[in-house]
């Protein structure tokens, strides 16, 4: 339903009466003259299950700004191997410097978009129950996890032994917080294996060597697999991890009707302050070496996202319409807002909530129950309103004529840009 833009490697048929070979008589399967160097950002529109994103990248400029990156790196490898080589040594790895003490309000706008446009089919495929499994930690909880990197240990082992136990891989969303004691926890959306763990690698192996949580189903089993990774030193700590270590809450799970209701449940936390601290990093871990890397992530699934390069016309059109119908929506947001008393200059504070901006610039994504729906009505539209296609780029002779001889926009008057021009002489909007 978009019209797509013609690309700079098109198919491109010379112009009769042109000699062969010669760029400035080839013409596009579209009919337009070729453009012979064309570059600067070319619209981007992404469609997904939950999300419809625009973008403007300039594709030419990021691979230029790459190769001279990659050359200054490989003279500063050069310079410092001979260095090292001459005045140091073998050199040891070096520390970290970084600090990490909270989840950043990117990492959140970029799990948003992702859970949005990842594709559920496989996970859905397995006709299995969907609840959210937590996974906390025991009350001394620095013994087992001084640092994050500790915790991705323990969901490494942990995948491994589900796979083991059920037979297939873990499919889902997991997402890392942290309680009020300071201790962290895993949150994993995913599927509820049936039957007993063990029961398929007994029946097809031919040598069975049981393995720790053999026999039990999948609640029982998660108690007692999850207390084994850990392995709390202590045996009253570990019995009572054992105990209450786990939960598997099928209410949770329910509510994942969607991409988006999806998206949002895992976010919520972000919109939410009374929650806040579940997001922020306990200050045995805001050192450097021992923070917790990644907040969140996914196994199994991929993305469905599909682009397609648009008129920037449209483009801007599409923008605009989309942060109209995010306005309509009425979504807000949480702020801290300052007051001062003028008589005795106290500050204090208070939250207070906003409306939330989206596509700003023409740019961004949103959140939606159905991408491909709002898509279409969004084609249709882009269709009805009265707009023409960008221009071609005025030539350098043209560029240099003087102002006066410049069409001017109908509306504001000013000098009319043939690549933002609409229908009767006027700018896009004017």
Not at 79 to 87: H, I, K, Q, T
Not at 97 to 110: G, L, N
Request: hydrophobic share 35%; proline share 9%.
């Amino acid at each position: 339903m978009w019209t797509r833009r013609e690309s700079w490697g098109g198919a491109v048929t010379p112009v009769p009466g042109a000699e062969p070979g010669e760029e400035t008589g080839l013409l596009p399967a579209t009919g337009r003259r070729r453009r012979v160097g064309e570059e600067g950002p070319r619209p981007l529109l992404s469609v997904a299950p939950g999300a419809l994103a625009i973008a403007w990248p300039d594709v030419a400029r990021a691979e230029r700004t790459a190769e001279r990156m990659q050359e200054t790196d490989r003279k500063r490898a050069s310079d410092l191997g001979r260095y090292l080589a001459e005045y140091v040594g073998d050199p040891a790895e070096p520390e970290p410097t970084r600090v990490i003490a909270e989840w950043s309000a990117k990492s959140r706008s970029r799990m948003t978009r992702k859970l949005a446009e990842l594709d559920y089919g496989p996970l859905l495929r397995l006709g299995l129950k969907l609840p959210m499994t937590t996974l906390t930690y025991p009350g001394d909880w620095l013994t087992v996890a001084p640092t994050g990197r500790a915790v991705k240990e323990h969901m490494k082992v942990w995948r491994k032994r589900f796979e083991r136990a059920w037979g297939f891989p873990p499919l889902g969303i997991w997402k890392l917080e942290f309680q009020r004691r300071g201790a962290p926890h895993i949150h994993f959306w995913g599927p509820e294996p049936e039957g007993t763990a063990g029961e398929l690698r007994r029946l097809t192996q031919r040598r069975y060597r049981p393995a720790v949580g053999d026999g039990l189903r999948y609640r029982e089993w998660l108690s007692v697999v999850w207390a084994d990774i850990v392995n709390h030193p202590d045996p009253e700590q570990k019995r009572r991890h054992q105990l209450a270590g786990t939960a598997v809450d099928f209410r949770e799970g329910e509510r994942m009707r969607d991409p988006r209701r999806l998206a949002v449940y895992f976010t919520k936390h972000g919109s939410y302050g009374a929650k806040e601290y579940q997001n922020q990093v306990p200050p045995e871990w805001a050192e450097p070496g021992k923070g917790p890397g990644r907040f969140w992530g996914y196994w199994g699934l991929e993305s469905a996202a599909v682009g397609v390069e648009i008129d920037p016309a449209a483009a801007v059109w599409a923008a605009r319409l989309l942060r109209r119908y995010a306005h309509a929506q009425g979504t807000t947001r949480q702020v801290t807002v300052q007051r001062v008393d003028t008589r005795t200059g106290t500050i204090r504070y208070r939250k207070s909530r906003v409306r939330a901006e989206r596509m700003k610039g023409g740019r961004g994504f949103l959140c939606v129950n159905d991408g491909p729906a709002l898509a279409s009505q969004l084609a249709r539209a882009v269709d009805r309103l009265d707009w023409t296609p960008v221009a071609p780029l005025p030539d350098p002779a043209e560029r240099s004529r003087p102002e006066s001889m410049h069409p001017t926009c109908e509306s504001c008057g000013h000098r009319l840009d043939p690549r933002l021009a609409a229908a009767g002489g006027r700018h896009i909007g004017c």
